[in-house]
């Protein structure tokens, strides 16, 4: 039996936690035992993989902006990890856990098969283009401890090659993939009925219910969905925003600004929040930055309109005019145009719900996403 070590910086439920859940739950039980380790955050992974046979471990050293010697006790804790566990595989997802991880490998001087799984290049965040050129270093650099770098998006490969991060045989494309079965979508009544108490809108004076799902980071784009919402003039529409973050207070205020406290609400971070999804009239997704965003193909499952920037995997996920509507990121002023759109052609709405879930269907399925990966573990 293959024994895989998954390895992600932070505890919390996003995208990279939600990958390491999916390829954990779904691969044989019974040619590979797993182990999740995981640092700082809210525990949500670890609370979601309670009823598997997962064991968890909990890393005191990995933090998503690390200090110098965070980094040297981070590698002294996952080096003790591997030679007490002996994994075959080392598995890592999220950049900080792709650094450590990967010298941590070196360090073990053991044989041992390493995989890295980067949902979004970092160094392409919004933030000092120093930085940005520091990261890319640090990817070239370690990546050549890594065996197999996966990427969900053909941008991202693109970019992997154009940078010389790694050559092109050891840069895989794997789509992410969601099983359209196991998504228990609460009704729309019922998930309005939940807004509707959470926040006290009457529902007979509701006309459209806008929302997204985001942590409140930078990269996610959230004050130009609130400026949008600013520009346009539907008073019996409502805007849900469910995520949490740094970015809170600053949007709190941007709400305050704009003078939107009756239109537009933070609802927090939901477990399960796909299940939500089916609320609302228009998802939308005002992202600076993404990778292969899984709330997207959730929000094509659940049948709602999609309005997404065009970044990272979403124009592979999405054609404009098909599947959804895309805008040019950092434009309020597009997704207000879009927003007023699609709520103005129901005919045009319903036959690009129809495309997406078809899509979804065709191609991004958990079994495929699954399948593809495990040969690389062989």
Known sequence: MKKILFLVTQSEFGGAQRYIYEMATNLNKDKYDILVAAGEGDGELFRKLQNSKIQPIYLKWMKRSPWPWHVILAILEILN?????????????????????????????????????????????????LLNQIILILEKITARWKDKIIVNSEVDRQLALKHKIAPSEKIIKIYNGIELESLNFLSKEKARDYFASKIGFNEQKLNF??????????????????????????????????????????????????????????????????????????????????????????????????????????????????????????????????????????????????????????????????????????
């Open 209 to 378: 219910l806008v929302g997204t799902v985001a942590n409140f980071y930078k990269t996610k784009g959230l004050p130009f969905l609130i400026e949008s919402v600013n520009m346009l003039s539907m008073p019996n529409a409502k805007y849900v925003i469910i995520g949490e973050g740094r970015q809170r207070s600053m949007l709190e205020g941007l709400i305050k600004k704009y003078n939107l406290k009756d239109k537009v609400f933070l609802v927090g971070r939901l477990p399960n929040a796909f299940q939500y999804l089916k609320a609302f009239d228009i998802f939308v997704l005002p992202s600076l930055k993404e990778g292969f965003p899984w709330i997207i193909l959730e929000a094509m499952a659940a049948e709602t309109s999609i309005i997404a920037t065009k970044v990272g995997a979403l124009p592979e996920i999405i054609t404009d005019g098909k599947e959804g509507i895309l805008v040019e990121p950092k434009n309020s002023q597009a997704l207000a145009e879009k927003i007023n759109w699609v709520l103005n052609h129901p005919l045009e709405k319903e036959k690009m719900i129809f495309s997406a879930k078809e899509k979804i269907k065709n191609k991004f399925s958990l079994e495929k996403m699954v399948e593809e990966t495990e040969k690389l573990l062989r």
């Open 81 to 129: 990890i591997l030679k007490k566990e002996k994994p075959t595989t080392l598995f890592l997802c999220s950049t900080t856990a792709g650094f450590i991880g990967s010298l941590a490998s070196f360090f073990y001087k053991q044989k041992i098969k390493t995989i890295y799984r980067i949902g979004g290049w970092a160094f392409r965040d919004p933030r000092f283009w």
